[in-house]
């Protein structure tokens, strides 16, 4: 225990917690986590609203009651919806990702929506509908390929709220559970001593904020690059 | 009409649901297509010929749509079968070309992608055996270099280039009847002539019979046998096409003849037909071109006049022109 709360240093880099463990080897340990948490949301919710958006913008006779249910989700804050879910299906890193899946559904669904609505009118659709294609072959075929833009554009913004909000809610005490660190729940830690200890929350808060500029950057730089408008006419 | 029809529409009554209530595009429109045979439908934008090319292949949303009348193809009515057998029908027996080949191919594809997957859905060939397929149907529409086209994305393509693409994709099953809406409508002048060629030689290799939709009257001279007037939702005139110029039988049909351009005199101002289309929630009492009508009689004000059919083919929906010509009802 003679390394409780030291400071940064050469021994410990990023300074040491209450129960002496090395602050860069949590968060190097936490990005695994924090990180994953933060894909796995994407993905599902990509997914997901996918589903959603798809069904509803091409399959007009479902539209308003998916998009009902889909306004009804968005009514809630993420952040409120997903404490409410975890708080239902218990502190654990797959209900923090369910939760957090669900959360951001109602958004990425929005997305996709528009996306097919705008592309279903276009005469490329029609002139498949007129080769004689099948609603599926159109939907894989044509709808999905020129939506997937906007989509990823939207999953890279959902993996940086997915790391935000994964933090907020190991620091309310809801994420995944101690011992397993996440940046989250390190900062949650350190917060007892912030202001003699401030490097255990100072080193995984810039982690997280690095974390989730650079995914805004990508998915700036993904929407400039995948945007038609954009694109050189050869 | 006769049994020698392939298409025969019959009393197509198209109705769109509006924002205030439903709407009437298509009113009562009877035509047929023969085989071999190339039928021009001609208006102006709004006019309905659109909407009924469409109907043919019943291609409209059934949530918003009512459709009565029959269409005929082969003497199955298309606007009843099942979905699997619509299916065969579109893009097997019949094809369609769109206006705008810029927008027609879809861009996330390459060419091979899109012609291989229309035989694909209709035959059943390999991959390779499509691929192949690809590349001849390239070289039939005059695509210089088509081993190498055939793997561009359409973006790389000219605006020509993409309609003789969308006309390879259409011929690929070699269909019976070509429906082309307005396939020159956004060419430049010189390409349009290629275009027709094209598809003129096209339709005599194939023996296919065309429904050729446009406003342009010289694209219809060059092309069709027959033609089909429509205005406001109806048809206004049917006639042959050599009688169609030389002696219109409706003031309408006069006016588009009348608006185009001599080639040999300077004109300062070209020719118009003044006025618009009347709006499709308006209920007629008259003749629907009465408000545009330079022959109007008080009659035309009174009941809307019925299609008059002559002995000799065509008909006409214009009864003081008819008077005035004397042919033979």
Known sequence: ?234 | MTSNDLLRVNGLTVEFLGESGWLTAVEDVSFSVGKKECVGLVGESGSGKSVTALSVLNLHERRTTKIHGRIEYCGENTLTLPANQLRRLRGGEIAMIFQDPMSSLNPVLTIADQIIETLQLHENISAAQARRRAIELLEWVRIPDAARRVDEYPHRLSGGMRQRVMIAMAIACKPKLLIADEPTTALDVTIQAEILNLLRELQNELDMSVLLITHDLGVIAEFVQRVVVMYAGQVIEEAPVMRLFDQPMHPYSQGLINAIPPLHTDVHRLSSIPGQLPDPYEVHSGCRFSARCSELVPACLNSQPSLIEFSNGGSSRCPVRVELSGLNR
């Open chain 1, 1 to 234: 225990m003679r390394f409780r709360f030291k400071p940064p240093s050469l021994d410990f880099p990023l300074g040491t917690d209450g129960f002496g463990r090395d602050v860069l080897s949590r968060l190097l340990h936490g990005a695994r986590l924090s990180l994953g948490i933060g894909l796995s949301v994407a993905v599902l919710s990509g997914a997901m609203g996918t589903l959603v958006g798809v069904v509803s913008g091409h399959f007009k006779q479902f539209d308003s009651l998916l998009m009902r249910c889909m306004d009804a989700l968005m009514a809630f804050p993420a952040i409120m919806l997903a404490i409410g879910i975890t708080a239902v299906l218990g502190p654990q890193t797959a209900s923090v990702i369910i939760a957090l899946s669900v959360a951001y559904v109602p958004r990425t669904a929005r997305i996709v929506r528009a996306a097919v609505l705008v592309i279903r009118e276009t005469e490329y659709i029609q002139a498949a509908k007129v080769a004689g294609a099948s609603h599926a072959r159109i939907v894989f075929r044509h709808l999905l390929p020129n939506s997937i833009g906007p989509l990823v554009v939207q999953m890279s913004f959902v993996f940086s709220y997915a790391i935000l909000a994964e933090a907020a809610l190991s620091f309310l005490g809801i994420g995944a559970p101690p011992p397993t660190p996440s940046w989250g729940n390190i900062i949650s830690e350190g917060r007892d001593r912030s202001i003699e200890a401030w490097w255990i929350m100072l080193f995984p808060g810039i982690a997280i904020s690095l974390a989730a500029l650079g995914m805004n950057l990508l998915g700036d730089g993904l929407r400039d690059v995948l945007d038609p408008r954009q694109k050189t006419e050869g």
